[in-house]
């Protein structure tokens, strides 16, 4: 009985971290995460994300819907990057942002 509990938790861990490294490899493309620098991430992740709370906090029904928004965030990155010009695109193709004046 105790190590089908284990099991369980070990799968739910496992789900987690699959999920966690989902919502990363998304930031990491569309420009929110830098793996050099955590700061934006994190930022975004209190302030912008669906539970407004650091990813390691997430429950697994939680990443689930943070990855659907990710998802989506990504779809939105992607259409915007098509369009020369926007900060999506200069991300895109490593360009420096444009400037605001």
Not at 26 to 51: E, P, Q, Y
Not at 84 to 91: L, M, R
């Amino acid at each position: 009985m105790r190590s089908k509990a284990i099991q369980e938790n070990t799968e739910i861990v496992l789900a987690k971290k699959k999920l966690r490294s989902q919502v990363l490899t998304i930031a990491t493309r569309t420009g929110i995460h830098d793996t050099n620098d955590w700061d934006k991430f994190n930022r975004f992740m209190l302030h912008n994300s669906v539970c407004k709370k650091s990813l390691n906090l997430y429950t697994l029904d939680e990443l689930e819907e943070l990855v659907k928004q990710f998802r989506a965030l990504e779809r939105n990155y992607n259409n915007s990057a098509d369009k020369t010009g926007t900060k999506a695109w200069a991300h895109k193709w490593g360009f420096p942002s444009a400037s605001n004046n």
